[in-house]
């Protein structure tokens, strides 16, 4: 129950931090960024001490020592992979296209007549 209260009180505060936005029209627009900015923090401050917080933090820091464990692709290797998709695409939109002729000669010429 304390963690559905923590909940709805963090987003309360990201609610009130756009509120603000709004209220303080008629100031500087760096106010109002701040505003939403320090709602934001203030929500995530909050959402961070309760139970669905913690295990989304412990669920980041999971995700960011797996992506340092990919091995990326180097410069070379991407070049060339997306050269051989644009020849791909290519080869298979001139076989459509041929294709899509072939079918027309066919249906029109050969078969209804239609010239």
Same mark, same amino acid.
Request: net charge neutral; no cysteine; aromatic share 14%.
């Given at each position: 129950?304390?963690?559905k209260l923590k909940f709805a ?15 303080l029209s008629e100031q500087a627009? !760096?106010?109002?960024?701040?505003? %939403? &900015? =320090?709602? @934001?923090?203030?929500? $995530?401050?909050?959402? +961070?001490?309760?139970?669905? *917080? ?24 991407? !070049?060339?992979?997306?050269?051989? %998709? &644009? =020849?791909? @695409?290519?080869?298979? $939109?001139?076989?459509? +296209?041929?294709?899509?002729? *072939? ?13």
């Open positions: 129950m304390a963690d009180l963090a987003l309360a505060l990201v609610a009130a931090g756009v509120v603000g936005f709004y209220l627009m !760096v106010l109002r960024v701040l505003s %939403v &900015f =320090a709602g @934001v923090i203030a929500g $995530a401050a909050v959402a +961070w001490f309760s139970e669905p *917080g913690r295990r989304f933090a412990d669920f980041a820091r999971d995700a960011i020592t797996e992506t340092k464990k990919v091995v990326w692709p180097s410069r070379k290797e991407t !070049v060339q992979t997306t050269g051989l %998709v &644009f =020849a791909f @695409v290519v080869i298979m $939109a001139v076989f459509l +296209w041929v294709t899509d002729k *072939g079918l027309e000669w066919v249906l029109y010429d050969l078969i209804l007549g239609w010239k």
